[in-house]
C-alpha cells in the first residue's frame, strides 16, 4: 500500500481543516487506519485510528474536535479536524496496518504516507 496525504495548509485558530490520505495498490477496508502528528524534536504522536470495522480511537487532544472517516471505494481517509488550536501545528502522516494490537502505538503500522504540514496561527 502507498499512502499519499494531502490537505495542509495555514488556518486561523478555530478554523477547520481536512486531510485526506489516498491509498493506491490496495483498498484500505482490511486495514486498521490512523493519523499520527509531529512537531520539531518531539515524536510522532498517536491523534486517531479507525480500524475495518469502524472502531474509533481518538488521542486526549483529538476528542470532541477531530474526526476521521474512509471511504473504501475511493481509499481515500479523511482527517476532519475543528475548533484548531495553535498547539496542533505539526506535519500530520497518515498510517495504515494490517494486523495490530495496539493503533495508539508507531510501530503497529507498517504502511506511511509522506507528511502533510498544518500551521494554525493565533
Known amino acids: 500500500v502507498q499512502l499519499q496525504a494531502s490537505g495542509g495548509g495555514s488556518v486561523q485558530a478555530g478554523g477547520s481543516l481536512r486531510l485526506s490520505c489516498t491509498a493506491s495498490g490496495r483498498t484500505l477496508s482490511a486495514y486498521a487506519m490512523a493519523w499520527f502528528r509531529q512537531t520539531p524534536g518531539q515524536d510522532r504522536g498517536f491523534v486517531i485510528a479507525i480500524t475495518p470495522s469502524d472502531d474509533l480511537f481518538y488521542s486526549d487532544p483529538a476528542k470532541g474536535r477531530f474526526t476521521v472517516s474512509r471511504d473504501s471505494s475511493k481509499r481515500t481517509l479523511y482527517l476532519q479536524m475543528n475548533s484548531l488550536k495553535s498547539e496542533d501545528t505539526a506535519v500530520y502522516y497518515c498510517?495504515?496496518?494490517?494486523?495490530?494490537?495496539?493503533?495508539?502505538?508507531?510501530?503497529?503500522?507498517?504502511?506511511w504516507g509522506q507528511g502533510t504540514l498544518v500551521t494554525v496561527s493565533s
Open positions: 498510517a495504515a496496518a494490517s494486523g495490530w494490537t495496539v493503533l495508539t502505538s508507531r510501530t503497529t503500522y507498517n504502511y
